[in-house]
């Protein structure tokens, strides 16, 4: 175990490590110094962290060996300090002690637009703007005002745990159309069995995750335009969950479902959220986009019924402290330390990991390391594979529940030392031959 881990696991709160050593290398590369913090290994213990204190949603039940800090590399949330606009935001409203019923802020509705325009070139208006308190709860509304329980509905496979387990027990059957590797190993869609798929089904609904979890690809103009006219032919309405369009790998470009034509604009109900971006999912918000008024006000009205969904304050001015002028600043710093993670990772899974395979992400800061030659060839199963991680303390996650039967799925969004550290304990304990 390195010492920086160890001078880590020895101090509570935070320790900041080697920013300055950090910023003169890439300055001797002739990059830029980087205004925020993406360096210091927070320690999460006791702060209300599933990332690192797993509960009975992580299904790997093995001890981590005495002397080996646990790295939280499974759950997709970020272990970096958070923009600084945001918890500036939250804290000047904390400074006024009164915390009642409110109506969002004209500014909220605001940063939502700046935000579109900035990041995805899309205009929006007020109206087009619609409250979730999550993302799957917004992916379910509008699945509600679209189909009946029992009702077929498009997804592809490997699939998100999260579509899984809500639109299950929503009653909705997942009808699953499997992307395919290409000849470079780059996930693509399989149009010919999409097709199959709605006519053989009588499908009128298809989920659509861009960019891609948990594959990470970021789908092109050419491949959404296609898709949109096989649903356009089928008459297929969309819900495209593009709650990681701003993270964005080695400059890959985010186009919007919506954005491709005239149908796919008037047939489709965006769902987006800042806590992928600025590491925010315990505070509860997410929103949609919907340029249809007719299911706009549907979907508005189906996701009011039960009157839970309803905005915190605090994720309001949370939003708002993200989509900002520093909020653009910090996202483009953090798609650059997360590109220089995942190029590394990569690259020495290439290198060190014989028989296992994985496409370099896009976007997301997932990955998906496909395992089959390596437990075939040394006689592992994936769940020993996966359990010898944890003995090291690598929290990695089991990719069987996203559809993929060898399938490790890996959160890049931790420093890069933490990085380099993972990755060396795998390489010396955990990809070796057989079982020990």
Known sequence: MSG????????????QFETAEWNSFHEEAGEERMKYDFTTILDRRGHDSIAVEPTAWYNINTETKPGFQRIPMWVADMSFPTCPSVTKAIADRLSHPCFGYFEPREEYYEAIRFWQKERNHTDVTKEDIGYQNGVLGGVLSALRVLCSPGDNVLFHSPTYIGFTNSAGSYGYHMIHSPLKKDEQGIWRMDFADMERK???????????????????????REELTEMMALFEKHQVWVIADEIWSDILLN????VPCHSVSEYARMHTVTQYAPSKTFSLAGIVGSYHVCFNPWLNDRVKKE??????????????????????KEGTEWVDELCAVLSENINYACGFIEEHFEGVKVMKPEGTYMLLLDCRDYCTKTGTDLLSLLKRGVEYGVLWQDGRPFHEEYGIRMNLAVPFTLVKEAFDRLDRYVFIGGNE
């Open 251 to 254: 400059g890959h470009v985010h």
């Open 303 to 324: 996701s009011q019924i039960t009157h839970y969904n309803q905005m915190s304050v605090l994720w309001m001015y949370a939003m708002i402290g993200g989509f900002s």
């Open 4 to 15: 920086l881990i160890k001078e880590a696991c020895s101090k509570t709160g935070q320790v």
């Open 198 to 220: 709605i006519i053989e089904n009588n499908i009128h609904a298809a989920v659509v995750c861009n960019p891609y979890n948990p594959c990470g690809r970021v789908w092109t």
